[in-house]
């Protein structure tokens, strides 16, 4: 909902705010797992935009109600860590784990 939205949004222009992946991957009788974490300076969003980025659909379905990628890249002063993550998949991380498994990344 959009009050579940913005009382996420209030919390992100914090020096805490950091999004963490948990990648796990499984190859015979070996479990390879990594978490990581990327820190966000979140900037806040003004509350005369709020309803309008809401408006827009892009919050609507992310789990930390923005998308780094769309819209919310307005509000985005920087990031320390894998912008990936932020996306979604660790990239860089999910492919080590795959080297460490001896699995072929262009196959």
């Not at 797992?33 to 309008?52: G, K, M, N, Y």
Request: hydrophobic share 45%.
């Amino acid at each position: 909902s959009l009050d579940d939205a913005r009382r996420i949004w209030a919390l992100l222009p914090s020096p805490d705010h950091q999004v963490l992946t948990g990648v796990a991957l499984v190859h015979g009788d070996r479990i390879l797992s990594r978490v990581v974490s990327t820190a966000v300076d979140f900037l806040p969003i003004p509350a005369q935009e709020q309803e309008a980025y809401w408006a827009s659909g892009e919050p609507q379905d992310k789990a930390g109600g923005y998308a780094i990628q769309g819209r919310a890249a307005l509000y985005v002063a920087g990031i320390r860590g894998s912008y990936s993550n932020v996306v979604g998949l660790p990239l860089a991380e999910t492919a080590a784990l795959l080297r460490q498994a001896d699995h072929p990344l262009w196959e």
